[in-house]
Protein backbone atom coordinates (compact mmCIF):
# COMPACT_ATOMS: atom_id res chain seq x y z
CA UNK A 1 0.00 0.00 0.00
CA UNK A 2 2.82 2.34 -1.26
CA UNK A 3 2.17 5.50 -3.96
CA UNK A 4 5.06 5.89 -6.30
CA UNK A 5 6.65 8.90 -5.99
CA UNK A 6 5.38 11.58 -8.78
CA UNK A 7 8.65 13.75 -9.70
CA UNK A 8 8.57 17.33 -11.10
CA UNK A 9 6.97 17.64 -14.74
CA UNK A 10 4.01 18.89 -16.55
CA UNK A 11 0.05 17.56 -15.55
CA UNK A 12 1.92 16.41 -11.89
CA UNK A 13 -1.89 17.54 -10.40
CA UNK A 14 -3.22 14.84 -12.58
CA UNK A 15 -0.91 12.03 -12.19
CA UNK A 16 -1.43 12.29 -8.70
CA UNK A 17 -4.95 12.15 -8.89
CA UNK A 18 -4.92 9.08 -11.18
CA UNK A 19 -2.19 7.38 -9.22
CA UNK A 20 -4.34 7.72 -5.92
CA UNK A 21 -7.64 6.58 -7.69
CA UNK A 22 -5.82 3.34 -8.68
CA UNK A 23 -4.66 2.71 -5.41
CA UNK A 24 -7.74 3.49 -3.81
CA UNK A 25 -9.49 0.97 -6.12
CA UNK A 26 -7.24 -2.01 -6.16
CA UNK A 27 -6.02 -1.74 -2.62
CA UNK A 28 -9.15 -1.09 -1.20
CA UNK A 29 -10.56 -3.63 1.02
CA UNK A 30 -14.01 -4.80 0.45
CA UNK A 31 -16.14 -7.33 2.17
CA UNK A 32 -19.38 -8.60 2.93
CA UNK A 33 -22.14 -5.53 4.87
CA UNK A 34 -25.21 -6.11 6.11
CA UNK A 35 -27.56 -2.70 5.71
CA UNK A 36 -31.24 -2.58 6.81
CA UNK A 37 -31.81 -6.79 6.92
CA UNK A 38 -30.13 -6.75 3.50
CA UNK A 39 -27.20 -7.91 2.83
CA UNK A 40 -24.14 -6.58 0.43
CA UNK A 41 -21.34 -7.95 -1.24
CA UNK A 42 -18.11 -6.09 -1.92
CA UNK A 43 -18.31 -3.11 -0.32
CA UNK A 44 -17.31 -0.60 2.75
CA UNK A 45 -18.66 1.63 4.92
CA UNK A 46 -17.47 5.51 5.03
CA UNK A 47 -15.45 5.11 8.34
CA UNK A 48 -13.45 2.10 6.72
CA UNK A 49 -12.68 4.35 3.61
CA UNK A 50 -11.25 7.42 5.96
CA UNK A 51 -9.33 5.24 7.77
CA UNK A 52 -7.72 2.88 4.84
CA UNK A 53 -7.10 6.16 2.65
CA UNK A 54 -6.33 8.51 5.49
CA UNK A 55 -3.33 6.37 6.64
CA UNK A 56 -2.57 5.99 2.58
CA UNK A 57 -2.63 9.58 2.16
CA UNK A 58 -0.36 9.74 5.50
CA UNK A 59 2.26 7.56 4.37
CA UNK A 60 2.40 8.57 1.22
CA UNK A 61 5.73 10.56 0.34
CA UNK A 62 3.64 12.57 -2.38
CA UNK A 63 1.27 14.37 0.74
CA UNK A 64 3.35 13.47 3.97
CA UNK A 65 2.30 12.60 7.45
CA UNK A 66 0.34 15.93 8.20
CA UNK A 67 -3.09 14.93 6.00
CA UNK A 68 -5.58 15.51 8.64
CA UNK A 69 -8.96 13.27 8.81
CA UNK A 70 -10.79 15.80 7.56
CA UNK A 71 -8.73 16.52 4.84
CA UNK A 72 -8.97 12.88 3.97
CA UNK A 73 -13.80 13.10 3.96
CA UNK A 74 -12.41 16.18 1.96
CA UNK A 75 -11.20 14.31 -0.85
CA UNK A 76 -13.53 11.21 -0.23
CA UNK A 77 -16.05 13.59 -1.45
CA UNK A 78 -14.55 14.90 -4.23
CA UNK A 79 -14.09 11.00 -5.13
CA UNK A 80 -18.20 10.58 -4.47
CA UNK A 81 -18.64 13.65 -6.68
CA UNK A 82 -16.36 12.00 -9.73
CA UNK A 83 -17.97 8.95 -9.66
CA UNK A 84 -14.92 7.12 -8.14
CA UNK A 85 -17.13 5.37 -5.61
CA UNK A 86 -20.66 5.45 -5.76
CA UNK A 87 -23.62 4.41 -2.76
CA UNK A 88 -24.50 1.14 -2.20
CA UNK A 89 -28.02 1.96 -4.30
CA UNK A 90 -25.68 3.16 -7.10
CA UNK A 91 -26.20 7.26 -6.25
CA UNK A 92 -23.26 9.56 -7.16
CA UNK A 93 -22.33 13.34 -7.37
CA UNK A 94 -25.15 15.02 -5.59
CA UNK A 95 -24.86 12.76 -2.18
CA UNK A 96 -22.96 14.42 0.56
CA UNK A 97 -19.99 12.24 1.95
CA UNK A 98 -20.01 11.88 5.68
CA UNK A 99 -17.53 10.00 7.77
CA UNK A 100 -20.19 7.31 9.46
CA UNK A 101 -21.32 3.96 8.63
CA UNK A 102 -22.94 4.38 5.40
CA UNK A 103 -21.87 1.87 2.71
CA UNK A 104 -20.45 2.66 -0.55
CA UNK A 105 -18.99 0.53 -3.68
CA UNK A 106 -16.61 1.11 -6.03
CA UNK A 107 -18.47 1.52 -9.91
CA UNK A 108 -17.90 -0.77 -12.63
CA UNK A 109 -15.43 1.23 -14.39
CA UNK A 110 -12.52 3.50 -13.36
CA UNK A 111 -12.41 6.98 -14.18
CA UNK A 112 -9.20 7.65 -14.21
CA UNK A 113 -9.08 11.58 -15.18
CA UNK A 114 -7.56 12.47 -18.78
CA UNK A 115 -4.51 14.83 -18.93
CA UNK A 116 -6.13 18.25 -19.80
CA UNK A 117 -5.12 19.24 -23.83
CA UNK A 118 -4.40 22.99 -23.63
CA UNK A 119 -2.04 25.30 -26.28
CA UNK A 120 1.75 24.30 -25.10
CA UNK A 121 2.74 27.55 -23.40
CA UNK A 122 5.93 27.88 -25.58
CA UNK A 123 7.31 25.70 -28.03
CA UNK A 124 11.06 27.41 -28.77
CA UNK A 125 13.70 26.69 -26.59
CA UNK A 126 14.54 29.24 -24.10
CA UNK A 127 17.26 31.65 -26.05
CA UNK A 128 19.82 34.32 -24.52
CA UNK A 129 20.45 37.40 -26.46
CA UNK A 130 23.43 37.46 -28.38
CA UNK A 131 25.34 40.43 -29.33
CA UNK A 132 25.52 39.12 -33.48
CA UNK A 133 21.31 39.45 -33.38
CA UNK A 134 19.94 41.78 -35.45
CA UNK A 135 18.29 44.86 -34.43
CA UNK A 136 14.85 45.13 -35.70
CA UNK A 137 14.84 47.34 -38.96
CA UNK A 138 18.36 47.01 -39.79
CA UNK A 139 18.90 45.01 -42.13
CA UNK A 140 21.16 45.77 -45.08
CA UNK A 141 18.45 45.57 -47.55
CA UNK A 142 16.21 47.77 -45.78
CA UNK A 143 18.62 50.62 -45.52
CA UNK A 144 17.55 53.90 -47.40
CA UNK A 145 19.40 54.95 -50.06
CA UNK A 146 19.79 58.33 -51.78
CA UNK A 147 19.59 58.97 -55.42
CA UNK A 148 22.85 61.06 -56.27
CA UNK A 149 22.83 63.01 -59.56
CA UNK A 150 26.51 63.45 -60.81
CA UNK A 151 27.69 65.62 -63.80
CA UNK A 152 30.77 64.07 -65.79
CA UNK A 153 33.39 65.30 -63.50
CA UNK A 154 32.55 64.02 -60.48
CA UNK A 155 31.60 60.65 -62.41
CA UNK A 156 35.57 60.95 -63.73
CA UNK A 157 36.88 61.34 -60.32
CA UNK A 158 35.26 58.57 -58.42
CA UNK A 159 36.20 56.13 -60.78
CA UNK A 160 39.87 57.05 -61.14
CA UNK A 161 40.67 54.78 -58.23
CA UNK A 162 41.24 51.33 -59.50
CA UNK A 163 39.06 48.56 -58.44
CA UNK A 164 39.68 46.42 -55.81
CA UNK A 165 41.92 49.10 -53.57
CA UNK A 166 39.14 50.75 -52.08
CA UNK A 167 37.09 48.18 -49.82
CA UNK A 168 33.23 47.49 -49.86
CA UNK A 169 31.58 49.84 -47.75
CA UNK A 170 28.82 48.43 -45.20
CA UNK A 171 26.59 50.21 -42.31
CA UNK A 172 27.82 49.16 -39.08
CA UNK A 173 25.49 49.55 -35.89
CA UNK A 174 27.08 50.05 -32.57
CA UNK A 175 25.70 47.58 -30.34
CA UNK A 176 25.02 48.79 -26.63
CA UNK A 177 23.49 46.78 -23.75
CA UNK A 178 20.53 48.91 -23.20
CA UNK A 179 18.40 48.22 -19.68
CA UNK A 180 15.88 45.62 -22.10
CA UNK A 181 18.45 43.53 -22.69
CA UNK A 182 20.00 43.31 -19.17
CA UNK A 183 16.57 42.27 -17.95
CA UNK A 184 15.50 39.66 -20.93
CA UNK A 185 19.13 38.32 -20.06
CA UNK A 186 18.06 38.26 -16.42
CA UNK A 187 14.73 36.52 -17.62
CA UNK A 188 16.41 34.28 -19.74
CA UNK A 189 18.82 32.86 -17.25
CA UNK A 190 16.51 32.56 -14.59
CA UNK A 191 13.79 30.23 -16.79
CA UNK A 192 17.16 27.94 -17.66
CA UNK A 193 18.09 27.70 -14.14
CA UNK A 194 14.90 26.37 -12.60
CA UNK A 195 14.45 23.99 -16.19
CA UNK A 196 17.78 22.69 -14.64
CA UNK A 197 16.89 21.91 -11.38
CA UNK A 198 13.56 20.15 -12.49
CA UNK A 199 15.42 18.09 -14.91
CA UNK A 200 13.20 19.13 -17.56
CA UNK A 201 13.49 19.26 -21.32
CA UNK A 202 11.49 22.24 -21.84
CA UNK A 203 9.39 24.36 -19.47
CA UNK A 204 6.28 24.32 -21.56
CA UNK A 205 3.04 23.31 -19.76
CA UNK A 206 4.83 23.83 -16.41
CA UNK A 207 5.03 27.98 -16.97
CA UNK A 208 4.26 30.19 -19.43
CA UNK A 209 6.84 32.18 -20.15
CA UNK A 210 4.86 35.39 -21.70
CA UNK A 211 3.91 36.52 -17.92
CA UNK A 212 6.93 35.99 -16.52
CA UNK A 213 8.23 40.11 -15.73
CA UNK A 214 11.89 40.19 -15.72
CA UNK A 215 11.40 43.20 -13.84
CA UNK A 216 9.87 41.78 -10.45
CA UNK A 217 12.76 39.48 -10.58
CA UNK A 218 15.37 42.47 -10.28
CA UNK A 219 13.07 44.23 -8.02
CA UNK A 220 13.29 41.20 -5.77
CA UNK A 221 16.35 40.31 -5.95
CA UNK A 222 17.77 44.27 -5.02
CA UNK A 223 15.04 45.80 -3.06
CA UNK A 224 15.00 44.26 0.00
CA UNK A 225 15.77 45.51 3.69
CA UNK A 226 18.69 44.24 5.64
CA UNK A 227 16.31 41.37 7.01
CA UNK A 228 15.72 40.17 3.67
CA UNK A 229 11.81 41.27 2.71
CA UNK A 230 11.22 43.10 -0.13
CA UNK A 231 10.53 46.68 0.01
CA UNK A 232 7.87 47.99 -2.17
CA UNK A 233 8.22 51.12 -4.80
CA UNK A 234 4.51 51.81 -4.69
CA UNK A 235 3.71 51.88 -1.12
CA UNK A 236 -0.30 51.69 -1.92
CA UNK A 237 0.37 47.93 -2.32
CA UNK A 238 1.46 47.58 1.20
CA UNK A 239 -0.58 45.78 3.69
CA UNK A 240 -3.15 47.34 5.50
CA UNK A 241 -1.73 49.61 8.93
CA UNK A 242 -4.28 47.37 10.97
CA UNK A 243 -3.54 44.07 9.60
CA UNK A 244 0.53 44.48 9.90
CA UNK A 245 -0.07 45.64 13.75
CA UNK A 246 -2.57 42.45 14.10
CA UNK A 247 0.70 40.12 12.58
CA UNK A 248 3.36 42.01 14.62
CA UNK A 249 1.10 41.47 17.58
CA UNK A 250 0.78 37.71 17.60
CA UNK A 251 4.48 37.22 16.08
CA UNK A 252 5.79 39.25 19.42
CA UNK A 253 2.87 37.57 21.49
CA UNK A 254 2.89 38.20 24.72
CA UNK A 255 5.03 41.57 24.24
CA UNK A 256 2.41 43.43 21.83
CA UNK A 257 3.73 46.91 22.39
CA UNK A 258 1.86 48.21 18.92
CA UNK A 259 -1.74 47.92 20.60
CA UNK A 260 -3.06 50.15 23.05
CA UNK A 261 -6.45 48.74 23.72
CA UNK A 262 -6.63 46.44 26.55
CA UNK A 263 -6.19 42.57 26.11
CA UNK A 264 -9.21 40.36 27.06
CA UNK A 265 -9.88 36.54 26.73
CA UNK A 266 -9.81 35.13 23.55
CA UNK A 267 -8.03 38.38 22.23
CA UNK A 268 -5.28 36.78 20.39
CA UNK A 269 -8.14 34.22 18.42
CA UNK A 270 -9.50 37.57 17.38
CA UNK A 271 -6.32 38.52 16.25
CA UNK A 272 -5.80 35.67 14.48
CA UNK A 273 -9.41 35.73 12.56
CA UNK A 274 -8.74 39.44 11.79
CA UNK A 275 -5.53 38.21 9.60
CA UNK A 276 -6.96 34.90 8.47
CA UNK A 277 -10.00 36.99 7.17
CA UNK A 278 -7.72 39.52 5.00
CA UNK A 279 -5.44 36.54 3.46
CA UNK A 280 -8.50 34.54 2.87
CA UNK A 281 -10.42 37.51 0.52
CA UNK A 282 -7.62 38.30 -1.60
CA UNK A 283 -8.57 37.84 -5.27
CA UNK A 284 -5.80 36.00 -5.97
CA UNK A 285 -3.68 33.42 -3.98
CA UNK A 286 -0.42 35.11 -2.95
CA UNK A 287 1.64 32.52 -5.08
CA UNK A 288 -0.24 33.49 -8.06
CA UNK A 289 -2.65 31.54 -10.39
CA UNK A 290 -0.45 30.79 -13.58
CA UNK A 291 2.83 29.95 -11.58
CA UNK A 292 0.61 27.27 -9.80
CA UNK A 293 1.62 24.33 -12.02
CA UNK A 294 5.19 25.33 -11.76
CA UNK A 295 4.85 25.10 -7.79
CA UNK A 296 3.51 21.91 -7.77
CA UNK A 297 6.14 20.51 -9.93
CA UNK A 298 8.84 21.73 -7.39
CA UNK A 299 6.56 19.45 -4.86
CA UNK A 300 7.93 16.39 -6.73
CA UNK A 301 11.65 17.15 -5.78
CA UNK A 302 11.12 17.13 -1.94
CA UNK A 303 12.20 13.95 -1.43
CA UNK A 304 15.73 16.28 -2.82
CA UNK A 305 15.55 18.72 0.35
CA UNK A 306 18.24 20.79 -1.14
CA UNK A 307 17.22 20.60 -4.80
CA UNK A 308 13.76 21.59 -3.90
CA UNK A 309 14.59 24.66 -1.56
CA UNK A 310 16.78 25.39 -4.44
CA UNK A 311 13.96 25.35 -7.24
CA UNK A 312 11.62 27.21 -4.74
CA UNK A 313 13.62 29.64 -4.36
CA UNK A 314 13.48 30.31 -8.17
CA UNK A 315 9.82 30.17 -8.09
CA UNK A 316 9.18 32.61 -5.87
CA UNK A 317 11.69 34.82 -7.36
CA UNK A 318 9.17 35.34 -10.46
CA UNK A 319 6.31 36.74 -7.89
CA UNK A 320 5.14 39.89 -8.25
CA UNK A 321 6.76 41.96 -5.55
CA UNK A 322 3.71 42.55 -3.15
CA UNK A 323 3.33 39.13 -3.31
CA UNK A 324 6.51 38.15 -2.57
CA UNK A 325 6.55 40.77 0.41
CA UNK A 326 3.19 39.51 1.82
CA UNK A 327 4.50 35.53 1.62
CA UNK A 328 7.62 36.64 3.38
CA UNK A 329 5.78 38.50 6.31
CA UNK A 330 3.06 35.26 6.63
CA UNK A 331 5.97 33.17 6.39
CA UNK A 332 7.40 34.53 9.57
CA UNK A 333 4.18 35.34 11.45
CA UNK A 334 3.57 31.80 11.37
CA UNK A 335 6.63 30.34 12.09
CA UNK A 336 6.86 32.16 15.66
CA UNK A 337 3.41 31.38 16.54
CA UNK A 338 4.09 27.84 16.78
CA UNK A 339 7.83 28.10 17.98
CA UNK A 340 6.12 30.07 20.62
CA UNK A 341 5.20 28.27 23.61
CA UNK A 342 3.78 31.14 25.03
CA UNK A 343 0.61 31.30 23.11
CA UNK A 344 -2.66 30.30 23.89
CA UNK A 345 -4.72 27.70 22.04
CA UNK A 346 -5.96 29.42 18.92
CA UNK A 347 -8.19 26.78 18.48
CA UNK A 348 -9.79 23.64 20.19
CA UNK A 349 -9.75 21.47 17.44
CA UNK A 350 -6.30 21.69 16.68
CA UNK A 351 -3.25 22.34 17.51
CA UNK A 352 -1.46 25.54 16.31
CA UNK A 353 0.88 24.31 13.70
CA UNK A 354 -2.22 22.53 11.99
CA UNK A 355 -4.31 25.82 12.37
CA UNK A 356 -1.90 27.22 10.70
CA UNK A 357 -1.52 24.90 7.57
CA UNK A 358 -5.38 24.58 7.32
CA UNK A 359 -6.20 28.21 7.81
CA UNK A 360 -3.43 29.73 4.99
CA UNK A 361 -2.67 27.01 2.61
CA UNK A 362 -5.45 27.85 0.17
CA UNK A 363 -4.41 31.85 0.30
CA UNK A 364 -0.99 30.60 -0.39
CA UNK A 365 -1.48 27.91 -3.27
CA UNK A 366 -4.77 26.96 -5.38
CA UNK A 367 -5.54 26.59 -8.94
CA UNK A 368 -8.19 29.12 -10.74
CA UNK A 369 -9.73 25.79 -12.41
CA UNK A 370 -10.78 23.09 -10.15
CA UNK A 371 -8.12 20.79 -9.14
CA UNK A 372 -9.07 17.91 -6.60
CA UNK A 373 -6.06 18.06 -4.72
CA UNK A 374 -6.01 21.21 -4.57
CA UNK A 375 -6.17 21.09 -0.44
CA UNK A 376 -3.74 18.16 0.17
CA UNK A 377 -1.25 19.98 -2.45
CA UNK A 378 -1.15 23.49 -1.11
CA UNK A 379 -0.94 22.10 2.56
CA UNK A 380 1.78 19.58 1.56
CA UNK A 381 3.53 23.12 0.52
CA UNK A 382 2.92 24.98 2.89
CA UNK A 383 3.86 22.55 5.57
CA UNK A 384 7.25 22.67 3.82
CA UNK A 385 7.17 26.34 3.42
CA UNK A 386 7.22 26.80 6.97
CA UNK A 387 9.93 24.43 7.84
CA UNK A 388 12.41 26.00 5.35
CA UNK A 389 10.98 29.40 4.49
CA UNK A 390 14.41 31.32 5.63
CA UNK A 391 16.60 29.25 3.13
CA UNK A 392 13.62 29.47 0.35
CA UNK A 393 12.47 33.29 0.62
CA UNK A 394 16.53 33.61 0.01
CA UNK A 395 17.43 35.04 -3.27
CA UNK A 396 19.72 32.18 -4.40
CA UNK A 397 23.03 33.49 -4.23
CA UNK A 398 24.73 30.91 -7.50
CA UNK A 399 21.77 32.33 -9.96
CA UNK A 400 22.54 35.99 -9.39
CA UNK A 401 26.53 35.54 -9.39
CA UNK A 402 25.68 33.88 -12.36
CA UNK A 403 23.93 36.08 -14.29
CA UNK A 404 25.71 39.46 -12.61
CA UNK A 405 28.62 37.87 -13.97
CA UNK A 406 27.21 37.51 -17.61
CA UNK A 407 26.09 40.83 -17.51
CA UNK A 408 29.41 42.58 -16.72
CA UNK A 409 31.41 40.26 -19.38
CA UNK A 410 28.65 41.60 -22.32
CA UNK A 411 29.51 45.55 -20.72
CA UNK A 412 33.14 44.18 -21.71
CA UNK A 413 32.86 42.98 -25.07
CA UNK A 414 30.44 46.33 -25.70
CA UNK A 415 33.69 48.81 -24.03
CA UNK A 416 36.03 46.11 -26.42
CA UNK A 417 34.31 47.65 -29.55
CA UNK A 418 33.50 50.72 -29.02
CA UNK A 419 36.69 51.87 -27.40
CA UNK A 420 39.70 48.89 -28.58
CA UNK A 421 42.49 51.00 -27.50
CA UNK A 422 41.26 52.09 -24.07
CA UNK A 423 40.10 48.49 -23.59
CA UNK A 424 43.59 47.24 -24.30
CA UNK A 425 45.31 49.65 -22.09
CA UNK A 426 42.71 48.43 -19.43
CA UNK A 427 42.52 45.13 -19.64
CA UNK A 428 46.10 43.99 -21.53
CA UNK A 429 46.24 40.77 -23.29
CA UNK A 430 48.71 37.82 -22.55
CA UNK A 431 51.39 39.42 -25.02
CA UNK A 432 51.47 42.38 -23.43
CA UNK A 433 51.05 41.01 -20.26
CA UNK A 434 54.22 39.11 -20.56
CA UNK A 435 56.24 42.16 -21.84
CA UNK A 436 55.17 43.98 -18.67
CA UNK A 437 55.78 41.32 -16.44
CA UNK A 438 58.77 39.80 -17.44
CA UNK A 439 59.17 35.70 -16.43
CA UNK A 440 61.44 35.44 -13.25
CA UNK A 441 63.99 33.36 -12.89
CA UNK A 442 63.87 29.85 -11.59
CA UNK A 443 64.78 29.82 -8.04
CA UNK A 444 68.61 26.85 -7.56
CA UNK A 445 66.62 23.68 -6.48
CA UNK A 446 67.31 23.47 -2.24
CA UNK A 447 69.38 20.81 -0.33
CA UNK A 448 67.59 17.34 -0.95
CA UNK A 449 65.37 16.10 1.85
CA UNK A 450 67.60 13.37 2.92
CA UNK A 451 70.56 15.61 3.30
CA UNK A 452 68.27 16.89 6.07
CA UNK A 453 66.96 14.26 7.71
CA UNK A 454 70.53 12.67 7.76
CA UNK A 455 73.35 15.64 8.96
CA UNK A 456 76.93 15.11 7.97
CA UNK A 457 78.07 12.90 10.63
CA UNK A 458 81.37 13.52 12.87
CA UNK A 459 84.88 12.78 11.05
CA UNK A 460 85.31 9.17 13.15
CA UNK A 461 89.05 7.80 12.38
CA UNK A 462 89.10 4.04 11.34
CA UNK A 463 91.81 1.57 11.55
CA UNK A 464 93.21 0.43 7.64
CA UNK A 465 94.23 -2.59 7.30
CA UNK A 466 97.67 -3.66 5.63
CA UNK A 467 97.97 -6.48 3.77
Not at 339 to 347: A, D, G, I
Request: contains cysteine; proline residues 7%.
Amino acid sequence: MEHRIVGPGPYRATRLWNETVELFRTKMPLRKHRCRFKSYERCFTAAEAVDWLHELLRRSQNFGPEVTRKQTVQLLKKFLKNHVIEDIKGKWGQEDFEDNRHLYRFPPSSPLRPYPKRPPYQKDVIKFPEWDDPLPGTSQENIPVRPVVMNSEMWYKRHSIAIGEVPACRLVHRRQLTEANVEELWKTMTLSYLQKILGLDSLEEVLDVNLVNSKFIIHNVYSVSNQGVVILDDKSKELPHWVLSAMKCLANWPNCSDLKQPMYLGFEKDVFKTIADYYGHLKEPLLTFHLFDAFVSVLGLLQKEKMAIEAFQVCCLLLPPENRRKLQLLMRMMARICLNKEMPPLCDGFGTRTLMVQTFSHCILCSKDEVDLDDLLAARLVTFLMDNYQEILKVPLALQTSIEERVAHLRRVQFQKSYPEVYQERFPTPESEALLFPEKPKAKPQLLMWTLKNPFQPFQRTRSFRM
